[in-house]
């Protein structure tokens, strides 16, 4: 079975920038699309961005485009988010998923790391 183990979170002033990254082990998801998801206290889970096996495709929610960035390194196991410019609204748990193919949709993601927090202080 796969795992996947997210670090990089933090405490950040708001205007900052935190890297977070998404380390698979146990198999191999360089055939995977894999994304970023997070959930706020007491909201749902929502959709943050995702990416193609390969990485030549990308897909934002309107909240970070143009802020975060995701790439993969498919040689080293390792999804990536770059996240610049953070507010106050992108405080919450963030968790990496894989999938057969790249979804906004969370539940079609077969497997999730346990998540690293972020938390934007204003």
């Known amino acids: 079975q796969g795992q996947l183990v997210e670090s990089g979170g933090g405490l950040v002033q708001a205007g900052g920038s935190l890297r977070l990254s998404c380390a698979a082990s146990?198999?191999?998801?360089?055939?995977?699309?894999m994304a970023w998801f997070r959930q706020a206290s007491g909201k749902e889970r929502e959709f943050v961005a995702a990416i193609t096996w390969s990485g030549r495709n990308t897909t934002y929610a309107d909240s970070v485009k143009g802020r975060f960035t995701i790439s993969r390194d498919n040689t080293k196991g390792t999804l990536y988010l770059q996240m610049n410019n953070l507010n106050t609204e992108d405080t919450a748990h963030y968790f990496c998923?894989?999938?057969?193919?790249?979804?906004?949709?969370?539940?079609?993601?077969?497997?999730w790391g346990l998540g690293t927090q972020v938390t934007v202080s204003s």
């Open positions: 146990g198999r191999t998801f360089s055939n995977y699309a």
């Open positions: 998923a894989a999938n057969t193919y790249m979804t906004r949709n969370g539940p079609e993601y077969d497997y």
